[in-house]
Nanobody
Framework: QVQLVESGGGLVQPGGSLRLSCAASGSIFSFNAMGWYRQAPGKQRELVAGITRGGSTNYADSVKGRFTISRVNAKNTVYLQMNSLNSEDTAVYYC?????????WGQGTQVTVSS
């Protein structure tokens, strides 16, 4: 079993920054990918950014150049640095871990961008 615990969400003004963290625990295998998804009200959940254990990354077009995903393998932790936030970034952000054909999700953390 795998548990994912997210932190770092909150309320931020447009143009501001936030850093999300997600710590994984339990049966973590050597080969896995972690990522962040988000779901805004009335919309489908979408991939924001992903990162492999080797450090390869991918981003949604809407966040390229503003968000940076990183991970510390020794801590089984993934981060999402979010800069230049705007109202369209308002959503619940979910941490995701994929390994051996299984997907695991965190409980979600709310990010609200508003003045």
């Amino acid at each position: 079993q795998v548990q994912l615990v997210e932190s770092g969400g909150g309320l931020v003004q447009p143009g501001g920054s936030l850093r999300l963290s997600c710590a994984a625990s339990g049966s973590i295998f050597s080969f896995n990918a972690m990522g962040w998804y988000r779901q805004a009200p009335g919309k489908q959940r979408e991939l924001v950014a992903g990162i492999t254990r080797g450090g390869s990354t991918n981003y949604a077009d809407s966040v390229k150049g503003r968000f940076t995903i990183s991970r510390v393998n020794a801590k089984n932790t993934v981060y999402l640095q979010m800069n230049s936030l705007n109202s369209e970034d308002t959503a619940v952000y979910y941490c995701n871990l994929y390994q051996s054909g299984w997907e695991y999700w965190g409980q979600g953390t709310q990010v609200t961008v508003s003045s």
